[in-house]
């Protein structure tokens, strides 16, 4: 038999209250700390990999330095997983697009790796130490192959970080596939799953309302999983 929500037997009370917060009490931390303008602020618990998560949105990035797992989901975006292999801090960014008329946002490769790295160095990174993973770019949106979105997102971030001098470890990058990329940022150990084209409706349908949307102003390392 159901019961409704008023019912004794479902009312919320404060010890089930600190219960939870017992059992994700670094899930409660982050959420309470104030959030710089781009960084992603869903918080989860993913029961798959049992451990505490933060999803990135197109035109978000991510930097921590403990290993809470850091996802996102690509079409022809782009996401770079940066690294420093003596700090043990990492992030993600999620990038839309190369560049774009004069707008600072993370949707744009420039502005997105530019907030990325600043982030990281602020926590004691250098470009010297810095190792990547590229993840994205793929052929997923019918009628949008004549402008190469995917091959040219996956050429800036190429050349942005041989210019950078960033060492580029691993990618995954191309192809007509859409992506669900995985990242623990302590230990830069990156995780990739290729989605059909029946699970990608959802994403080629976000990345073209994105692509549209009016821009805002304002080591162990080296490894990818499958997963």
Same mark, same amino acid.
């Given at each position: ?17 600190? #219960? %939870? ?7 409660? *931390?982050?959420? $309470?700390?104030?959030?710089? @303008? /781009? +960084? #992603? %602020? ?7 990999? *049992?451990?505490? $998560?933060?999803?990135?949105? @197109? /035109? +978000? ?167």
């Amino acid at each position: 038999m159901l019961s409704s929500l008023s019912s004794p037997a479902y009312a919320p009370h404060a010890s089930s209250a600190s #219960a %939870s917060a017992a059992r994700h009490p670094r899930l409660d *931390r982050l959420k $309470a700390q104030a959030r710089k @303008p /781009g +960084e #992603a %602020s869903f918080f989860f618990y993913d029961a798959h990999f *049992r451990n505490d $998560a933060v999803k990135v949105l @197109p /035109g +978000e990035f991510f930097v921590h330095d403990e290993d809470i797992l850091i996802m996102t989901t690509l079409g022809s975006c782009i996401a770079a997983c940066l690294w420093d292999r003596e700090k043990r801090v990492g992030g993600i960014n999620h990038f839309l697009l190369p560049d774009g008329q004069g707008a600072e946002s993370g949707r744009y490769g420039f502005y997105a790796m530019e907030l990325l790295i600043g982030e990281l160095v602020k926590r004691g990174a250098t470009r010297s130490t810095m190792e990547a993973k590229v993840f994205g770019g793929g052929a997923v949106i019918s009628g949008m192959s004549s402008i190469a979105v995917g091959e040219r997102n996956t050429a800036f971030v190429l050349d942005y970080l041989r210019t950078e001098r960033i060492t580029v470890v691993s990618k995954d990058v191309l192809d007509t596939c859409a992506r669900k990329v995985c990242f623990l940022p302590a230990s830069g150990k990156a995780m990739v799953k290729r989605l059909a084209a029946t699970n990608s409706e959802a994403l080629v349908a976000q990345e073209r309302a994105a692509a549209v949307k009016p821009t805002a102003a304002a080591s162990a390392g080296g490894s990818v999983d499958l997963f």
